[in-house]
């Protein structure tokens, strides 16, 4: 198993302003995901990262927006830069060595205002 | 397109009571959690199903492959299972991450 200790766990933040949340697992792991969910809806894939390469983002999420740094495989970092009132969700990393495990964060809820 | 479908969306029961909340997904998977979300946003893997059944306490998660359906089922319910119970499932894509479904939101009265 992973433990994964991801901060903060909530933030209130001004728009235009950017957060940077951080995860950090207890184990060394190939990929981690970084996962969105908005107010009434499922969480969303934002962007895969490996390291030592860039993240792949999924439609509709790109680097400008949500850059992402992996500096090694037990530590990863999400920004969101520019921030508006769209922003406002629930941000989770995720990570899963072998196939159909997944350990997750405990989530950062985020309120732009 | 990969769906996963929970219902119901909302549920509320009072204590003791049997709960159930069903799963449905559109195409073949490697494997399907069932996550609690509490209302600060963290999330606990309660189960992961690849077939069969299983159970952990009063939380019982079933599977049906043929009929890709799953089930969660929770015996005597009790006010701290009010949570957001989420289905995920892993397609066995290369990528490795998860398709989640909306939520149901459980309300256990006292």
């Known amino acids: 198993s992973a433990v994964i200790s991801q901060k903060p766990s909530r933030d209130i933040c001004q728009r235009g302003t950017s957060l940077t949340i951080q995860c950090q697992v207890d184990?060394?792991?190939?990929?981690m995901f970084w996962y969105r969910q908005q107010p009434g809806q499922s969480l969303t894939l934002i962007a895969t990262?490996?390291?030592?390469?860039?993240?792949?983002?999924e439609s509709g999420f790109v680097i400008d927006k949500f850059p992402i740094s992996r500096p090694n495989l037990t530590f990863s970092t999400l920004t969101v830069s520019n921030m508006s009132p769209e922003d406002s969700s629930i941000y989770l990393c995720?990570?899963?060595?072998?196939?159909?495990?997944?350990?997750f964060g405990q989530g950062t809820r985020l309120t732009v205002v | 397109k990969n769906e996963v479908e929970q219902s119901p969306q909302n549920l509320t029961a009072q204590e003791g009571e049997f709960i159930t909340i069903n799963c449905s997904y559109s195409v073949g998977i490697s494997a399907l959690h069932w996550l609690q979300q509490h209302p600060g946003g963290g999330i606990v893997s309660l189960f992961m199903?690849?077939?069969g059944k299983k159970k952990h306490g009063r939380l019982i998660a079933t599977i049906n492959i043929q009929e890709k359906h799953s089930s969660l089922h929770i015996t005597a319910s009790h006010p701290r299972d009010s949570a957001v119970y989420i289905c995920a499932v892993d397609y066995g894509g290369s990528q490795g991450n998860l398709i989640f479904g909306k939520g149901t939101k459980l309300s256990v009265k006292p």
């Open positions: 199903l690849s077939s």
């Open positions: 995720s990570v899963g060595e072998r196939a159909g495990e997944a350990f």
């Open positions: 184990s060394q792991v190939t990929m």
């Open positions: 990262a490996n390291q030592g390469s860039e993240a792949t983002y």
